[in-house]
């Protein structure tokens, strides 16, 4: 009899796409008697012999009540099935605290009305009671209760015992000040190992047995749960312990003196769709798609967005990865686009930006700052000459790094640019920066003790300006530092479309008197306005053979036009 019993408790997970609502489970409990278990052992005996159904077993079988005994109920998602104890609860209203309450206590009283509840042991607690999420910890896993072998919960499920009942009862001071910190920057062992807990949002049902003795029934100590079913409302269920299906019964051994053993047997008992109905479906969703796929065409379009002729767009996706090398910490970068000649942008397009700050971090020997900060750019070239091959200047992207420490002490710690790539894809970009430096002793201990540091007045001076027309751009020069770098991540687009210059035409023509017969311009002229007098013998002669009539209307209508 010890080989009868299945001991995989662990839950199962199913998809699907029906509605959670139509889930219906059959749950049936039987109490294991030393007569009911002799019975189904020589029933089981007797089956197996040929001439077994002569003989008749009606003694043995159990006397007892069915529903002290046994009892069988189809239960369905979030119904709500009362226990003999919360049918003593709920009918006295002044027990009712809640909306809730006050609602099980008017199904309460219509069930003493009528026929009274169809279920006697097993009962029901939904997503919304709260019996819930303050249920026991040695409740909440029936590990030990269904298995012969003892095992202790790990660690996150000890956790996740309480989470639901956490989430409830976090509150805020006001309707925008969190109690605790969000953000902790310096996270010990036993906080990671704390916090370390899923906390996802699922709907929860527990189907729950009342394994009093017989005549004891409302004993909140007598409460077993028999299975848990946890959905996410994206079509995942979870059921713990899982389906029989065709497998060995669980087995449940209560605590105290007697130590009842029951069986528990669950089933799926959900409607099944009928082939037409899921075919029906099946067209639904599929025409669903369709249209759905037909909209976003219709918001794209079949066709390229083209730029004019002779406009080159350019688009660039970029991304400021990481920041390293620089002496303080607490980094944050300034960057702007300079457009040169011919360059233009859309109104709204915004030319500069700044990055979160972004304390460094000891990656080897190095303290690197990582900003992952996106960014992305539009600009349009238009060609002021028909005969020009190549795009004479690229947009420039200027870019400024500096710290702001926790006492405001703000300094600047480099200068870069970056030259927008002139072939599109995807670029790695590294830029080296450097700082203006002040010789001596004074500006070295203004820049430790208060911040503050030279600068430039034109960012664009960190390279030749793109306005810049002169011979020389600095006479005397200053002192500089290198300092550290910036990696950028670019991803470039290039869209134009061709048109044909003066230069091309003339080709195309030269072809084609080339084609003529190996004539040469002159002769192909003279060919050319040979066919155009030919053809106009034919239209003068095609005119003259028309009747008069057509000839007369088609001359007024020409004068009154």
Known sequence: MADCWNTDTGEAVYRSRDVVKNLTIKVRIERV?????????????????????????????????????????????????????????????????????????????????????????????????????????????TTELLTTTKSSPTFLAERMASVRHRRQDRRTTDCSI?????????????????????????????IMGDLSPPGRLGQKENECLLVTIKTDGSGTVIVKPD???????????????????????????????????????????????????????????????????GILRYVMNGEIVSAKGFEYDNLYIHFFMELPNNWSSLPFQPHSGVTQTCRTKTVGKENVAFFSFPF????????????????????????KVLSLDSWQRYRTEGYGYLLF????????????????????????????FIGGSPELEDHSYVRIPGTFKGERLSRFGFCTEST????????????????????????RRQKVFDQLGGFSQQGAVCTILEAFQRARRKMQEARESLPREIINATSQIESSA
């Open 484 to 507: 550290g770098s910036v990696t950028f991540n670019l991803h470039c687009v290039q869209q134009a479309r061709a048109f044909v210059d003066a230069t091309m035409l003339k080709k």
């Open 376 to 399: 992305t750019f539009e600009a349009f070239y238009m060609c002021e000459k028909e005969s020009e091959e190549s795009i004479p200047q690229w947009p420039v992207l200027y870019f």
């Open 243 to 309: 389906f029989n299906q065709g497998k060995e019964p669980y087995r449940i051994v209560t605590e105290g003196e007697k130590r009842e053993v029951w069986r528990l047997t669950l089933e799926n008992v959900s409607t099944t769709m009928k082939p037409e109905e899921k075919e029906r479906e099946h067209n639904m969703y599929k025409d669903l798609y369709v249209r759905h796929k037909e909209y976003l065409n219709s918001l794209v379009g079949q066709d390229f967005e083209m730029p004019p002729a």
């Open 178 to 206: 969190p109690k605790s910190k969000i953000v902790n920057w310096e996270p010990t062992e036993e906080f990671v190992k704390s916090s370390h807990v899923v906390n996802s949002t699922m709907q929860t049902m527990h």
């Open 421 to 448: 790539p002139a072939v599109p894809g995807k670029h790695t970009v590294t830029c080296h920066t450097w700082r203006p430096l002040q010789t001596g002793t004074l500006s070295a201990l203004r820049r430790f």
């Open 33 to 141: 008697t030393s007569t009911g278990a002799l019975s189904l052992h020589l029933q089981q005996q007797v089956l197996s012999q040929p001439d077994g159904g002569a003989i008749e077993l009606e003694t043995l079988s159990s006397q007892g009540q069915t529903g002290d005994v046994e009892e069988e109920l189809v239960v369905g998602w979030q119904e709500k099935l009362f226990s003999q104890y919360e049918m003593e609860l709920f009918q006295n209203e002044a027990a009712c605290q809640t909306p809730l309450d006050r609602q099980y206590h008017a199904e309460v009283e219509a069930l003493n009305r009528g026929k009274g509840r169809r279920n006697h042991r097993i009962f029901t607690y939904t997503d919304h009671d709260r019996y819930t999420n303050c249920l026991p910890f040695h409740q909440l896993h």
